[in-house]
């Protein structure tokens, strides 16, 4: 099975920044598309993030020119460069496939508050 195991995460003031990372446990990541969701209590997960095995990003309406993705192939890790953080980022983060997903990982709790 692959692991996925996110780490990063914190305790924030609105405006602050947080680096994410995710590492898989799976051979040939450079095959693969990535992605970040993230999923608040009472709230449905949503992908907030991705970034296509050639490189192409594209961001939900709501992080778009905050939040950064980029992966690291030769480490099987995927980063999430947050900035400007506001408390409705609050949530659970984690990283999956955009489809064909892999089980999912613990997440890593981004908690942004004054």
């Known amino acids: 099975q692959v692991q996925l195991v996110e780490s990063g995460g914190g305790l924030v003031q609105p405006g602050g920044s947080l680096r994410l990372s995710c590492a898989a446990s799976?051979?040939?990541?450079?095959?693969?598309?990535m992605a970040w969701y993230r999923q608040a209590p009472g709230k449905q997960r949503e992908l907030v993030a991705r970034?296509?095995?050639?490189?192409?990003?594209n961001y939900a309406d709501s992080v778009k020119g905050r939040f950064t993705i980029s992966r690291d192939n030769a480490k099987n890790a995927v980063y999430l460069q947050m900035n400007s953080l506001k408390p409705e980022d609050t949530a659970v983060y984690y990283c999956n496939r955009p489809h064909l997903l892999w089980d999912w990982g613990q997440g890593t709790q981004v908690t942004v508050s004054s």
């Open positions: 799976v051979s040939i990541f450079s095959r693969y598309a």
């Open positions: 970034i296509t095995t050639g490189g192409t990003t």
